[in-house]
Antibody
Framework: QITLKESGPTLVKPTQTLTLTCTFSGFSLSIPGDVVGWIRQPPGQALEWLAVIYWHDDKRYNPSLNNRLTITKDSSKGQVVLTMTNMDPVDTATYFC??????????????????WGRGTLVTVSS | QSVLTQAPSASGTPGQRVTISCSGSSSNIGSNVINWYQRLPGAAPKLLIYGNDQRPSGVPDRLSGSKSGTSASLAISGLQSEDEAEYFCATWDDSLNAWVFGGGTKLTVL
């Protein structure tokens, strides 16, 4: 059974760097096919994808936030870490991590988030 | 403003069939599969439909998904009180090079 849990500070000040940890179990993130991503949801707004990291350490970032994000993994610890620099009050949101897997539509492979954590609320305020 | 458009609310009575829609464009729904999630307050989002119309194990067959052109739908038949939740759609956008989500539809069972 795959589980994920987010952890990190609940309050950060503007301009600070946010560091969030996703602790997972039920998969290793070192076996082909495992991927973990981060998604956030500001209060009253839609979800926004942030980043994903693949089993072979390839990384993809949302272009709108690319220069602020870094995603890393420690498969031996069962953790994925996301850092976001220069935090602003508009970054106040619930941050989720999620496992990603793949399926086939005809001959085309596609990816989708299948199991999510419950999320952690991060407030940016001085 | 969301890249994928959903009505903010929907409602139905027990036993009724309701449909929740998700509208996009040629760069997202029009060229990629759609996935649907349910979110209860304080809980982790739950995958309901992947690959347009595939149900994960454990999801009842009274839930179904479909896609046509740049729009997709989630249908819930035999509505139950436990279906009262928020539902959102998700897919990849080839132009934005990003996963995109709908704003969510809050379903109320009257």
């Amino acid at each position: 059974q795959i589980t994920l849990k987010e952890s990190g500070p609940t309050l950060v000040k503007p301009t600070q760097t946010l560091t969030l940890t996703c602790t997972f179990s039920g998969f290793s993130l070192s076996i082909p096919g495992d991927v973990v991503g981060w998604i956030r949801q500001p209060p009253g707004q839609a979800l926004e994808w942030l980043a994903v990291i693949y089993w072979h350490d390839d990384k993809r970032y949302n272009p709108s936030l690319n220069n602020r994000l870094t995603i890393t993994k420690d498969s031996s610890k069962g953790q994925v870490v996301l850092t976001m620099t220069n935090m602003d009050p508009v970054d106040t949101a619930t941050y989720f991590c999620a496992h990603m897997t793949w399926g086939y539509s005809g001959y085309d492979r596609y990816w989708y988030f299948d199991v999510w954590g419950r999320g952690t609320l991060v407030t940016v305020s001085s | 403003q969301s890249v994928l458009t959903q009505a903010p609310s929907a409602s139905g009575t027990p036993g009724q069939r309701v449909t929740i829609s998700c509208s996009g464009s040629s760069s997202n729904i029009g060229s990629n599969v759609i996935n649907w999630y349910q979110r209860l307050p304080g809980a982790a989002p739950k995958l309901l439909i992947y690959g347009n119309d595939q149900r994960p194990s454990g999801v009842p067959d009274r839930l179904s998904g479909s896609k046509s052109g740049t729009s997709a739908s989630l249908a819930i038949s035999g509505l139950q009180s436990e279906d009262e939740a928020e539902y959102f759609c998700a897919t990849w956008d080839d132009s934005l090079n990003a996963w995109v989500f709908g704003g969510g539809t809050k379903l109320t069972v009257l």
